[in-house]
């Protein structure tokens, strides 16, 4: 084909091609708040695993991007579009994954899974998850030990212990002094849960992945759960990897081989007849 002919079609085709993995599987997510600083500047971008929840449970430690809850107040006011332009430009942006999120996209680290015990504070001012005491080195700058509970507000370190019920989570940001998370606005449903940020895309220079902090290995299981179940060994955590490499392979393949069927196609003709031999 002409190159006027095929570069549309190949617009055509990796737009939905973005598209499907941006609903289905991958999506870049903008961060708007310092709520999870230092691990997550605003500016930052990650990419959000959307198929790993649909094989099992969130687990503790890991950073999630959910949906709040409806009596969850936002972090941020999303700025209000105007003109026609604008709203074209947010419609094609949050189709391919790279606009601003919803006033009502969080993103926060798991604490509590269903039937972990939850509470602050130890003696050392420190959470504790199923009597077990968390050293968080992601945590820089704590919230005032001293202040009372305020349900309104996530400005004290202290709350009561909570039991994280079925289907829900406890989830808090890594800057606790500005995060409003579960300690004053609830639990999450876990089917509020959108997926797993797994690596910070952009900028750059930040480059790295989301993995699990080692301060999470030895929480107990929760009393009201049991032993554990004997399940086979699971794979070394690898976040949304797992995802991305085999998207990555294919496209390679196919770009390959269309480079040199175009170039086969497009090799001038030398006039030369093939004689066939009796």
Known sequence: MPLWQELPLLLIVAFCLAVLIRTFLLQAFFIPSGSMEDTL????????????YDVRDPERGEVVVFRGPPNWTPEFQDEPQVGFMAKLGRTVGDLVGVSRPGEKDFIKRVIGVPGDKVKC?????????????????YVLENSDPDLPPNPRECR???????????GNLFVMGDHRLVSQDSR????VPIDNVIGRAFVIVWPYDRWAGLGVPSNFDDVPRAAALGPPAESPARLPDQGGFAVVLPLLLPLALFNRGSLAFSARSRRPYSGR???LRP
């Open 273 to 275: 007849r093939r004689r």
């Open 41 to 52: 500047l605003v500016g930052d971008r990650v990419l959000v695993n959307k198929i790993v």
């Open 156 to 166: 004290s370190r202290q709350f009561d212990e909570i039991t994280v019920a079925p």
């Open 184 to 187: 004053c606005q609830g639990q």
């Open 121 to 137: 504070c130890d003696e050392q001012g420190r959470v504790q998850v199923n009597g077990k005491s968390m050293d968080e080195p």
